[in-house]
């Protein structure tokens, strides 16, 4: 599709330097409890941790920062369930200049609130009934602003593939090499930033996305070497990974570099969401726990080798987050 | 009163040794949220993320590994309202050796749970009724196990003087000088360790220690400059910090080293609890909280300084948290 090229790894430490003094460097912090759990040495990284609760705000502030001033001045738009929303809000908030953002009329209440908060303005629309794009098109043909894309962009890509670039430099400052990286997956834009960084420090590294079940295009799509469709729009609580299909930019990269896709239910997405609240004292939202979901559920042999799990975000619901605790603390595990 | 000598700084170097394998090196977290909000540069030592959910397994894990095997072999007996407990009982249960804990009734319920679950046998008693100290003493003459004491302990101290000794470490590699360190204060022992590190490479650090009204005891000491006692043994949600007087292992040290002590009222923790659910996605109970709340509430000026605030324990019951997220949400800050 695009004729703009898919960034590479000096992209990625071009933008580490751009979004250096506003993102969090988050840790990559190592889990006693999971270690012995899945008998291996767990490392997780906690995007919830991030400028406003989650991973999006990289790849936004990376975008907005490598604008012309004077283009970027006229203000930006973007369409997004929520962690997106929050990304480019705050970094047009950062830089002083308007944002519009188009959000599905049933995104979480947090995620709209925050994205309101930090000065942008909130366009909703209905999933069931309209059709975003003609939403997102009437908008940007309105505003005359800048179109920041949630994954289909190269400044987003390596704005997210900063996170993919500290956890090489974390390892290698422990002395140890990653084996396996689990990443939540929508549209793949985290996936590409993340895989792209750390295969090219350590090639023999393994990644796989994590999705939910029917939206499990990046699965599906890996397994038959060609993008595949989810039949559904809606309808997971992980409202943060319901892309249709791979966007074109990340499949280039992830196609020729993932080890494969996982697949969870929703009732084992919010087993992990309470056990990251009751065990790791994190606030872990459905969509960044997909990965934790599917090691718990013995998705992947991962006995003795180290991992690196990927928390790609926290902004969750309250119902949403006792909905999770209730799931973990009635589950087989949680007193074991 | 011991005639042990207080640890040193080189006595932290050996305890960071010898926890390196079982303890998590929690980040130094910065937070964009909090350096807005207080006009400063905030980071946060999020010891929620610490293995049992508190600092507390850091001192327990040192003085067990210390201790010579054959005695260690005997067991561990220890009091605690639940994180000392919690942080001996896994120690012990690494050592593969019996663990007893003393623990009041009223202690919160996750807390109790998760001794029970690192296999320890706790042995309950009632604040209000009976005298804490006489229970121990059958304890300890009926198990002939190790007592370990949770702050007068040079290896308990220079245990949780690793917090203070990677606050100094990560504060360097960011090339940063902390000018001011806030610690939630009980019997003194994790301020004493982390004062005696972070003093010793910053020396001109000005720290202070975070108490709950009527639970001062910290405040008034050194405002005095001699050990001062609380009326009260109990009755603050803060139920972590509610031990009647300065350890005199810690205070040797603290007398000496510390700015001072800010104290925060009951409903000013429920805020900051609340604040950090929301805002920093990270589970924090009242006890490591009341840093966060002292300079949430002003009591110090911190504009343009560089701040570090010790979050020092997690386990918060599911009432206690409800409560401050609805105090957060309801307090002036939450949307500004």
Known sequence: MSSVAAPTPADIAAARERIAKEAVR?????????????????????????????FKFRGAFNNLSALDPAKRAKGVIAVSSGNHAQGVAEAARIYGVPATIVMPSDAPAPKRMRT????????????????????????????????????????????????????????AARGIAPEVVVIPCSGGGLTAGITLAVTDKYPSVKVYTAEP??????????????????????????????VPDPGPMGWEINSKRL??????SDSETLVAVGLAYDELRLVV???????????????????????????SGGNIGDEMLADGIRAYRSSAGSRA
Chains 1, 2 share one sequence.
Do not use: W
């Open 26 to 54: 988050t840790p990559l912090l190592y889990s006693p409890f999971l270690s012995e759990r899945l008998s291996a040495q767990i490392f997780l990284k906690p995007e919830c941790l991030q400028r406003t609760g989650s």
């Open 116 to 171: 309101e908060r930090s000065g942008a303005k909130v366009v909703p629309y209905d999933r069931a009934t309209e059709n975003r794009d003609v939403v997102v098109a009437r908008v940007v043909e309105e505003m005359k602003g800048n179109f920041v894309h949630p994954f289909n962009d190269p400044f987003v890509i390596a704005g997210q593939g900063t996170v993919g670039l500290e956890i090489a430099e974390d390892c």
């Open 213 to 242: 079940d029917e939206f499990d295009d990046y699965a599906r799509s890996l397994k038959s070497g060609t993008p595949q469709r989810n039949a559904k729009t809606y309808g997971s609580i992980s409202d943060a990974l319901l």
């Open 259 to 264: 080890a494969g896709g996982l697949v969870v």
């Open 285 to 311: 939202e459905p969509g960044g726990a997909v990965g934790l979901a599917a090691l718990l559920a013995g998705r992947l042999d991962v006995v003795e080798k180290t991992v690196v799990i990927v928390l």
